[in-house]
């Protein structure tokens, strides 16, 4: 059974920093793409960051410069270190783990989510 634990969410104030880490349970986390999503109140899921398997990084306009993701393949885990945080970035914050996995009898895509994690930025 695969389980994506968030953690590192809280209240912090503008122009503070915050890490995000994520721990992945199961065999899966070396070969997925892992990405961080989040959410604010009254608004769509949004994508913020995503990290390939060979380390490829994606990041959002509004996060550029200001978040960075990485992963941890030897500790099955995955960060989002977020610098000079601002209001508007205040949502719930997701880990999401996305590949596919090839068997005799086929191939299998999956995408795992975490329960999230809250982050508050205060003016």
């Known amino acids: 059974q695969v389980q994506l634990v968030e953690s590192g969410g809280g209240l912090v104030q503008a122009g503070g920093s915050l890490r995000l880490p994520c721990t992945v349970s199961?065999?899966?986390?070396?070969?997925?793409?892992m990405g961080w999503y989040r959410q604010a109140p009254g608004k769509q899921r949004e994508l913020v960051a995503t990290?390939?398997?060979?380390?490829?990084?994606n990041y959002t306009d509004s996060v550029k410069g200001r978040f960075t993701i990485s992963r941890d393949n030897a500790k099955n885990t995955v960060y989002l270190q977020m610098n000079s945080l601002k209001p508007e970035d205040t949502a719930v914050y997701y880990c999401?783990?996305?590949?596919?996995?090839?068997?005799?009898?086929?191939?299998?895509?999956?995408?795992?989510w975490g329960q999230g994690t809250q982050v508050t930025v205060s003016s």
């Open positions: 199961g065999s899966i986390f070396s070969i997925s793409t």
């Open positions: 999401n783990a996305q590949g596919t996995i090839t068997q005799a009898v086929g191939t299998i895509e999956y995408d795992y």
């Open positions: 990290i390939t398997s060979g380390g490829s990084t």
